[in-house]
């Protein structure tokens, strides 16, 4: 068959520049200018280190992959160039671009050496289908994702091809079929725990049941997110986890996210899940003051306070310490504000004490292993 050379776009690096920024084994690697299979994954390798930050350099070790898989006849290194180019591409906004490399992957798509390609070949054009709002056509090259998965052996694959069917399903509104599919991806994501893979699918359940007010399911599902994604209980911070546990519309009025976040924390206290519960406490305080409801801000700090003391968590008491500060120094309570604002540099000088001794008993754990090995 043969091949159409697609272009490239005007490359405004230095080809030495960009190999400058790789790692240096891989960077010899490309330098070497082998003509083999390795040599592609290498070009694929390297422009992953550019893909979210210098798109034409992820463009352009993507086109080397692809020239010389094709000079090889090495489908499966089209099938991983054609791929990335597609997505680069359509980040950058070149929906031409896309659209040539997408169908050049297509074609490739029904090659047996493509592997498990394939699968991904048609979740991409599935997903491009739903950005058109073609959704017979979106559902028809998934359930041909999900067929050339199935055909290699690779079920786990399609918990992103469920992901699909449930977008569909939501830009048709039909949320039995959107929770039915999301729970089908969960079934498929939850036996390996990959926390991309994973982590992802319990995000869209979680916006899911938050969106529809099903409060307890939106909790079992944000407590199994936040046990894949802080494994340290040490770790646990407070506020960076606002912007992936809730879920309200841009324009929502502060007053009715108030209101939700209150059927959170109710079903939070009710299933038991205390590291949840400072979280959302936290968010609920920060929501009371902007709509300027401060008595109400310090109640619920008070609360935070108390689940934090309850689990022994000294970062998050510290935290809600220096919140209650902050609010009493807003009320004009300053003896108050003072007084807490106390409590909150001896917390923090146990943190520091507390991560000091841990830091010595893991090193002279190290320290003894490797006298015993060396023994």
Known sequence: MKRSKLLLPAC???????????????????EQNTED???????????????????DSAVYFNQKALDLSGKLRFERGEAAALMRLTGIYRMAGQIEQAKKTEEAALKLATIPEVGEYAGKIYELKGNSMIDGMVLDSAYYYFSLAEKANLAIKQPYRNFSVYLGYSNIATQEEDDKKTEEYLLKAHEISSTRRIRKDHGMVLYFLMDFYFSRGDMKSYA???????????????????NPMHQFLYFFDEVE??????????????????????RNLLISYDYLCLLQKEAGQWKEALQTAMLGLEAARRIQYLNEETAFTQIIAGIHEHLGDYRQAHQFLKKAQTLQDSVH??????????????????KKEAA
């Open 12 to 30: 405004l690096l230095v080809v030495f520049s960009l190999r400058a920024q790789l790692p240096e084994d891989l960077r010899t690697a490309i």
């Open 253 to 274: 009025p502060v007053e009715n996210q108030i209101g939700k976040m209150k059927q959170v924390i109710q079903a939070q206290s009710e299933m038991g899940h205390q």
């Open 353 to 370: 004490v507390y991560e000091s001794l841990k830091n010595r008993q893991e090193l002279e754990v190290k320290f003894e292993t490797e």
């Open 37 to 55: 299979t390795t040599a592609v994954w290498n070009y694929i390798k390297a422009s992953r280190y550019y893909h979210s930050s210098l798109l």
């Open 220 to 238: 079992t599902y944000a407590a199994e997110y936040l046990e894949l994604t802080q494994g340290d209980q040490s770790s646990l911070r407070v």
